[in-house]
């Protein structure tokens, strides 16, 4: 099985807490709980770095594209959030992203770029069948 990363991501959590560290390939980034559930705030929590995700890899995603297409769209604005409810008898997860140019942009160009985005390789895993294995060493 061929892996997407050449190197993975690895987390270590000491004694303060919630406040973990955690190695990418070129560096560390510290995430954290808000001090309401109990951490410092010192980082993202895990819901904000999932929302980041695909925040930029939207961003990444539209840019190559407009870039591609020679559009005249110098900057480009995505905000993600989610929420909870029930639908079915069922919990369900909703993530609502939303897309900003500050150009005029058509109806047509507008539903382009959404589709764009909501082609771009974390959206698809985000919406795939994903299974995770857990192993112990």
């Not at 560290?21 to 951490?39: F, K, M, S, Y």
């Not at 705030?41 to 980041?52: C, M, N, V």
């Not at 995700?53 to 870039?67: G, K, Q, W």
């Not at 140019?101 to 974390?122: F, G, K, M, S, Y």
Request: glycine share 8%; hydrophobic share 40%.
């Amino acid at each position: 099985m061929k892996y997407l990363l050449e190197t993975p991501v690895r987390g270590k959590i000491g004694g303060k807490k919630f406040e973990t560290a955690i190695q990418w390939r070129n560096g560390v980034l510290i995430t954290d709980e808000p001090e309401i559930l109990g951490g410092k705030d010192k980082g993202p929590d895990p819901y904000t770095l999932l929302l980041s995700s695909l925040v930029s890899c939207t961003l990444a995603t539209l840019r190559m594209y407009i870039d591609l297409k020679g559009l005249d769209i110098p900057e480009i604005e995505v905000e993600a959030n989610m929420h909870q409810g029930i639908e079915n008898h069922r919990t369900v997860l909703k993530i609502v992203r939303r897309i900003v140019i500050r150009q005029e942009a058509d109806l047509e160009l507008q539903e382009r770029l959404v589709r764009v985005a909501e082609n771009c390789p974390v959206s698809r895993i985000l919406k795939g069948d994903i299974k995770i294995a857990t192993e112990m060493n």
